[in-house]
């Protein structure tokens, strides 16, 4: 399956999904890392920066616990570091679908309620370049699976959480070379952290 392929198939989904009678919500989240834990195969000692934040779109199931589909759009940069034997560095985004479900059912106040939230994030696209030996490639393709789990509270439309995801992302057609041998560019990540959601 192509890339735009894909990119039509995520944004027909997500409109159809959102122009349904029950699906009345949506949420923004932004993630702001802590901790994280990062191995990029095909670098040595790499630093890596990453942003990300996730729009989705809720259906309610029961009171208290909805199912979620959405978008995570996710962005690195990564450098081999400074005493690397060969300099490489890359930039990469994926455009992740999210499938997830959500509970609010435990009240500490009446306006305060727990939150407990999971999901899956499949790779439906992603752009990916990798610079260094003076040559430049570009990915042909993206594979791999995300995990991601939560828990805050919630205070009218605003919630709070401490979060949990995992990240394991191929960027296919990327190789990195050193000493005559080739490895295939991966992205291997484990974050824990803050996240801020906004429901609209």
């Known amino acids: 399956m192509n890339t735009k392929l894909k990119k039509c198939l995520l944004t027909i989904g997500l409109l159809c999904f959102a122009t349904q009678v029950w699906a009345v919500k949506a949420k923004i989240r932004f993630l702001f890392p802590v901790i994280s834990e ?44 400074s005493t690397s034997s060969e300099d490489y560095s890359g930039v990469f985004r994926a455009h992740l679908l999210e499938l997830g479900a959500g ?16 999901a899956v994030r499949i790779p439906v696209s992603g752009e990916g370049e990798v610079q260094g030996n003076q040559t430049t490639q570009e990915a042909i393709g993206i594979s791999g699976m995300g995990y991601y789990f939560s828990s805050g509270v919630e205070y009218g439309k605003l919630e709070i959480s401490l979060f949990y995801q995992r990240r394991d992302l191929s960027f296919d057609g990327l190789t990195v070379t050193r000493s005559g041998q080739s490895t295939d560019v991966a992205l291997h990540s484990t974050e824990y952290g803050l996240a801020f959601g906004y429901t609209f």
């Open 103 to 118: 509970y609010s059912g435990f009240e500490l106040t009446r306006t305060i309620s727990l939150v407990f939230e999971s």
């Open 38 to 81: 990062s191995v990029t195969d095909g670098f040595e000692d790499s630093t890596i920066k990453t942003s990300e934040f996730v729009l989705a779109f809720l259906m309610p199931l029961s009171q208290h616990t909805q199912l979620d589909l959405g978008y995570s759009y996710f962005n690195a940069r990564i450098e081999d570091s």
